[in-house]
């Protein structure tokens, strides 16, 4: 089975930075694109940046000029840097990935579990 993995959230100051990766793994043919959502309590589920197979890349207005969304060499590992972060980022940070998986004609939509970020003030 596919898996997304998160990992790099944690507890940070406001103008602090933290680097977020998903790893990606299983039978995976190709990865269409691939992105990092986030859900803050009471909020709904929001596109922070995203990352086309071609290396194109979409961010969130709030996260222009502070945020960059990268892959690896290998592009199994996504990661999202994050600096000049505010407490306004805090937040359960998703990955997603729509892939084609081995043996398949068509792309699907997968979830990580999630990782906190909590920025303070």
């Known amino acids: 089975q596919v898996q997304l993995v998160e990992s790099g959230g944690g507890l940070v100051q406001a103008g602090g930075s933290l680097r977020l990766s998903c790893a990606t793994s299983?039978?995976?043919?190709?990865?269409?694109?691939m992105g990092w959502y986030r859900q803050a309590p009471g909020k709904q589920r929001e596109l922070v940046a995203a990352i086309t197979s071609d290396g194109r890349t979409n961010y969130a207005d709030s996260a222009k000029g502070r945020f960059t969304i990268f892959r690896d060499n290998a592009k199994i590992t996504m990661h999202l840097q994050m600096n000049s972060l505010k407490p306004e980022d805090t937040a359960v940070y998703y990955c997603?990935?729509?892939?084609?998986?081995?043996?398949?004609?068509?792309?699907?939509?997968?979830w990580g579990q999630g990782t906190q970020v909590t920025v303070s003030s």
């Open positions: 299983g039978s995976i043919f190709s990865i269409n694109a």
């Open positions: 997603n990935a729509h892939l084609t998986t081995r043996g398949s004609s068509w792309s699907t939509d997968y």
